[in-house]
């Protein structure tokens, strides 16, 4: 695993976790997710395993995903752009990542599916910056679906929540002109940063972004949260900091799979889903 997979940025500190220290806990994480994980049924909305079920919160937001959807329809194949603030860091990135495992999950559970990703993420990335890529891989990839990384990197740098809110809505409405569905992935858990006012306030930004434009948010600090005060109740070691982002990673690629069977499955029933 590189040491760029290592780093995480801390306000204006960059530190790197013991990875000696870490493997005996991300190993077990693993292994349990993989022994817990629900059985994936063509054709059904996908399940979240045990190790990221959060009773109480709804992780995703059901929201549809019309392009995604005729391209689906139409071509059978869905392609995704994964961009933002350290997209491809995070669950052995060396291997392929969590974008491996949305895109295996989904053409499991839709038959005759071809899913591509893009990945073209970048660590530490502002929102600003994200979005001048945006606009030229757009043009380059075509994508269906763009799946934005966003928020945890400009909290940190002290962005003005103004101009985070700004930058993000507009970047949407772009995106909405030109006949695109976006994902946002919102803030990474933090342990030490849980009473950072502008940390939450950047956190709470996001959300509000995503039900005005009525988009989905895979509410990544939300359910890694959750499952850290699961974990305190049941009396279990908190996992140290680099584990339990590798936890938010596994949980995220499952989040997304079913944010997007739930739009595809959901259109064909009529049904609402459950979490």
Same mark, same amino acid.
Request: contains cysteine; glycine residues 6%; negative net charge.
């Given at each position: 695993?590189?040491?760029?997979?290592?780093?995480? *940025?801390?306000? =204006?500190?960059?530190? %790197?976790?013991?990875?000696?220290?870490? #493997?005996?806990?991300?190993? &077990?994480?693993? /292994?349990?997710?993989?022994?817990?994980?629900?059985?994936?049924?063509?054709?059904?909305?996908?399940?979240?395993?045990?190790?990221?079920?959060?009773?109480?919160?709804?992780?995703?937001?059901?929201?549809?995903?019309?392009?995604?959807?005729?391209?689906?329809?139409?071509?059978?194949?869905?392609?995704?752009?994964?961009?933002?603030?350290?997209?491809?860091?995070?669950?052995?990135?060396?291997?392929?990542?969590?974008?491996?495992?949305?895109?295996?999950?989904?053409? *499991?559970?839709? =038959?005759?599916?071809? %899913?591509?990703?893009?990945?073209?993420? #970048?660590?530490?990335?502002? &929102?600003?910056? /994200?979005?001048?890529?945006?606009?030229?891989?757009?043009?380059?990839?075509?994508?269906?679906?763009?799946?934005?990384?966003?928020?945890?990197?400009?909290?940190?740098?002290?962005?003005?929540?103004?101009?985070?809110?700004?930058?993000?809505?507009?970047?949407?409405?772009?995106?909405?002109?030109?006949?695109?569905?976006?994902?946002?992935?919102?803030?990474?858990?933090?342990?030490?940063?849980?009473?950072?006012?502008?940390?939450?306030?950047?956190?709470?930004?996001?959300?509000?972004? =995503?039900?005005?434009?009525?988009?989905?948010?895979?509410?990544?600090?939300?359910?890694?949260?959750?499952?850290?005060?699961?974990?305190?109740?049941?009396?279990?070691?908190?996992?140290?900091?680099?584990?339990?982002?590798?936890?938010?990673?596994?949980?995220?690629?499952?989040?997304?799979?079913?944010?997007?069977?739930?739009?595809?499955?959901?259109?064909?029933?009529?049904?609402?889903?459950?979490?």
């Amino acid at each position: 695993m590189a040491w760029s997979h290592l780093v995480r *940025k801390i306000g =204006t500190v960059c530190v %790197v976790w013991p990875l000696i220290a870490a #493997i005996p806990q991300i190993s &077990a994480v693993h /292994a349990q997710q993989e022994q817990d994980k629900a059985a994936i049924v063509p054709g059904q909305i996908s399940p979240v395993s045990k190790d990221c079920q959060t009773p109480g919160l709804k992780v995703v937001l059901d929201k549809p995903l019309p392009n995604t959807l005729a391209a689906l329809r139409d071509r059978k194949v869905i392609k995704i752009l994964t961009i933002g603030a350290s997209a491809s860091v995070g669950m052995d990135a060396a291997t392929g990542g969590y974008q491996d495992v949305i895109e295996n999950t989904l053409e *499991k559970t839709i =038959t005759g599916l071809d %899913v591509q990703i893009i990945d073209r993420g #970048i660590s530490g990335e502002l &929102a600003r910056d /994200a979005v001048e890529r945006m606009k030229t891989e757009v043009a380059l990839t075509e994508p269906d679906l763009v799946l934005w990384q966003v928020g945890t990197n400009d909290a940190l740098a002290q962005i003005p929540v103004e101009e985070f809110s700004e930058t993000v809505s507009s970047a949407i409405r772009w995106l909405k002109e030109r006949n695109l569905d976006v994902a946002l992935v919102g803030l990474q858990y933090i342990r030490n940063m849980r009473n950072d006012p502008h940390y939450q306030a950047v956190r709470v930004a996001l959300a509000h972004i =995503t039900e005005n434009e009525k988009i989905i948010r895979i509410s990544r600090y939300e359910a890694v949260e959750m499952m850290e005060r699961m974990r305190q109740r049941a009396s279990e070691p908190l996992l140290n900091p680099f584990a339990l982002t590798e936890e938010g990673y596994s949980c995220l690629a499952e989040y997304v799979v079913r944010a997007i069977t739930s739009a595809v499955f959901l259109k064909r029933s009529g049904n609402q889903p459950t979490n």
